[in-house]
């Protein structure tokens, strides 16, 4: 038997704090583009959810030929009155009366809970809070604006349009053509 010379290889000290360093160096540069990819799919998670429920209450309208309405709301129940309060929920009912408020009577159809934390969702004038639709699909009075805003990212900001013939639409821009501006 021939029990020659076994040769080990490892690496020295210096070679594994150079690949400990490039590693650390790597991280530190993803980390910001992971954040980013995180806020960027949260804002179009949080804007699909709310176009999926515009499309619904549209659809509802038309169907069964009557007056929805979807409106902030914190509880399954009732509607907030708050242009800013969007973040906490939304809640599509039935408005037979067509009081742009929930009455007891009155179906709800669908109520999503909280968006994603971050982001903050208004509408874009405080008189108008609420989105309706007449059985036709056009929406109740005039065109209505929502904002869907990042603190941290403000290129990721979106609108989301809804016109007074019902037509809704999402943009990375105003109505007019301006830069998404959060209070």
Same mark, same amino acid.
């Given at each position: 038997?021939?029990f020659?010379?076994?040769?080990?290889?490892?690496?020295?000290?210096?070679?594994?704090i150079?690949?400990? =360093?490039?590693?650390?160096?790597?991280?530190?540069? =993803?980390?910001?583009?992971?954040?980013?990819?995180?806020?960027?799919?949260?804002?179009?998670?949080?804007v699909n959810?709310?176009? =999926?429920?515009?499309?619904?209450?549209?659809?509802?309208?038309?169907?069964?030929?009557?007056?929805?309405?979807?409106?902030?709301?914190?509880?399954?129940?009732?509607?907030?009155?708050?242009?800013?309060?969007?973040?906490?929920?939304?809640?599509?009912?039935?408005?037979s009366?067509?009081?742009?408020e929930?009455?007891?009577?009155?179906?709800?159809?669908?109520?999503?809970e909280?968006?994603g934390? =971050?982001?903050?969702?208004?509408?874009?004038?405080?008189?108008?809070?609420?989105?309706?639709?007449?059985?036709?699909?056009?929406?109740?009075?005039?065109?209505?604006?929502?904002?869907?805003?990042?603190?941290?990212?403000?290129?990721?900001?979106?609108?989301?349009?809804?016109?007074n013939?019902?037509?809704?639409?999402?943009?990375?821009?105003?109505?007019?053509?301006?830069?998404?501006?959060?209070?």
């Amino acid at each position: 038997m021939d029990f020659g010379r076994i040769h080990q290889q490892g690496i020295s000290l210096i070679e594994a704090i150079i690949a400990i =360093a490039v590693a650390g160096i790597l991280s530190a540069l =993803a980390i910001p583009s992971f954040n980013h990819l995180r806020a960027s799919s949260a804002m179009a998670g949080s804007v699909n959810l709310f176009l =999926a429920q515009l499309h619904l209450a549209r659809s509802t309208a038309v169907t069964r030929e009557r007056h929805i309405t979807l409106c902030p709301a914190s509880s399954p129940s009732t509607c907030d009155d708050d242009h800013k309060a969007w973040k906490n929920g939304y809640l599509i009912f039935e408005d037979s009366n067509k009081n742009h408020e929930r009455d007891t009577d009155e179906q709800i159809i669908s109520y999503e809970e909280k968006a994603g934390a =971050a982001i903050r969702i208004f509408s874009s004038s405080q008189s108008r809070n609420r989105i309706s639709f007449l059985p036709l699909g056009r929406a109740w009075l005039s065109n209505t604006t929502v904002r869907f805003c990042h603190p941290d990212h403000p290129d990721l900001n979106r609108a989301i349009i809804v016109s007074n013939n019902g037509r809704v639409r999402s943009s990375n821009k105003m109505a007019d053509g301006s830069a998404i501006t959060c209070p």
